[in-house]
């Protein structure tokens, strides 16, 4: 009879730390590209001019917007203790920069044609946080 286990246990989540001045500095209306400024480690102004770029009908810049904001949100989780793989809860207030950027790298990708991004893209999203790909979606 085979047993089949995983002898590594379940990987932990990963939370990011939270980070209140630029989520304060967004939510008083202080425009995105001035927190990223002064932030630029912060995922979420990067996610946010991403989107205002998509939302204005220029694909490229939200890419490259998205591209900056999921990179800094690697380096963060990396930080974090996150080896590659593993949940990222959207639960987690500080999570969602770093998963809404992932969520707009792939929908830039997917609007420029490159599709093998999109669905690598994608994919991550729903593996790290499938409510974050459903909420996002």
């Keep these: 009879m085979a ?6 246990g379940d990987v932990p989540p990963t939370h990011l730390p939270e980070e209140p001045e630029p ?10 590209t001035e927190v990223a400024a002064k932030f630029p480690a912060s995922s979420l102004p990067w996610a946010l001019l991403a989107d205002e770029s998509f939302e204005a009908g220029d694909p490229v810049a939200s890419y490259a917007y998205a591209r900056t904001g999921y990179h800094r949100g690697l380096d963060a989780l990396r930080r974090n203790g996150w080896k590659g793989h593993g949940p990222v809860p959207w639960e987690h207030e500080p999570n969602r920069g770093f998963l809404r ?19 690598r893209c994608s994919d991550f999203l729903r593996d790290s946080s499938p409510t974050a790909a459903q909420t996002l979606g």
């Design 3 to 8: 047993i089949h286990q995983n002898l590594l």
């Design 23 to 32: 989520r304060e500095l967004l939510a008083s209306g202080t425009p995105a």
């Design 101 to 119: 950027a992932l969520h707009a790298l792939a929908r830039a990708a997917q609007a420029i044609g490159e599709t093998e991004e999109y669905e």
